[in-house]
């Protein structure tokens, strides 16, 4: 909960509030995938580095007959220069309950091929088409993900193309947030002749979809969950439409604290 808290404002709440065994399923998988994404968003990592360790863990995850000592040997030449997060991964594989833990590894091992894959590309972005590929490599699969959770916890069952939307919307809404960041370090996540008023109704569209995807599950702890980052995506993208940047402190308390 600590590694939660401190690298993730918008899950750490929702997380916190799970219940048990959920908890720690939706924490394990979390941090797994919080693990690669500092790996593939490392700005002092050089690229063939960044592919050879994501493939690297794609690979020990498919074919190592133990998992945690293939990463560990994997990541731990670099362990100066990789975040805790990232260095801990063989930690967070072994806190997720074992009877959905072959799920959690499969999409890490995904994600992570799926992340080398684009920055092997440079993460070009030419087209819709390229950006709903991307959104889906680093944010559609947490979708998937968690309606794989869902069902294992209680039975919820879920829509899994509103799943990748609810993923999507909020890695959306993450580019907008980033733009400039993104820029400075000579990434462009917008297709080609887009502005922000096309990645708007881009992140809109999805997280519509979004909404009808929490609207739509049962009662219980899996639309609990979403309603948070859900309503924290929505409030940051006002914010954006009108020229600021990302919610206050005391913005997210107070949407948080109606939910």
Not at 43 to 55: A, G, M, R
Not at 110 to 121: F, I, Q, T
Not at 176 to 191: I, T
Not at 217 to 239: E, M, N, R, S, Y
Request: charged letters at 30%; glycine letters at 6%.
């Amino acid at each position: 909960m600590t590694m939660l808290q401190q690298t993730s404002r918008t899950f750490f709440i929702p997380i916190s509030r799970l219940e048990q065994g959920l908890k720690e399923a939706v924490g394990a998988a979390y941090l797994c995938m919080r693990a690669i994404d500092e790996i593939e968003d490392h700005e002092q990592i050089p690229d063939h580095l960044k592919t050879e360790l994501l493939y690297g863990v794609h690979d020990t995850i498919k074919a190592s007959p133990s998992v945690s000592d293939g990463i560990k040997n994997l990541l731990a030449p670099h362990k100066d220069i990789l975040p805790a997060v990232s260095l801990r991964l063989p930690e967070w594989m072994q806190l997720c309950p074992s009877s959905i833990m072959e799920t959690v590894n499969h999409y890490t091992a995904k994600m992570s091929k799926l992340m080398a894959d684009w920055v092997g590309k440079k993460w070009t972005i030419r087209t819709e088409e390229d950006l709903d590929g991307y959104t889906y490599s680093v944010a559609g699969l947490v979708g998937e993900m968690l309606s794989d959770l869902w069902m294992w916890y209680d039975k919820t069952d879920s829509d899994r193309e509103k799943a990748v939307a609810f993923g999507r919307g909020l890695q959306a809404v993450n580019i907008l947030r980033n733009r400039k960041e993104d820029l400075e370090r000579g990434v462009d996540f917008f297709p080609d002749g887009w502005g922000m008023k096309e990645m708007l109704a881009y992140t809109r569209r999805n997280l519509k979809l979004a909404d009808e995807y929490t609207k739509e599950l049962k009662k219980g702890p899996a639309k609990d969950f979403c309603k948070i980052p859900l309503a924290l995506a929505h409030a940051t993208v006002k914010i954006i439409s009108i020229g600021g940047n990302k919610l206050t402190r005391d913005m997210v308390l107070k949407i948080v604290n109606k939910m």
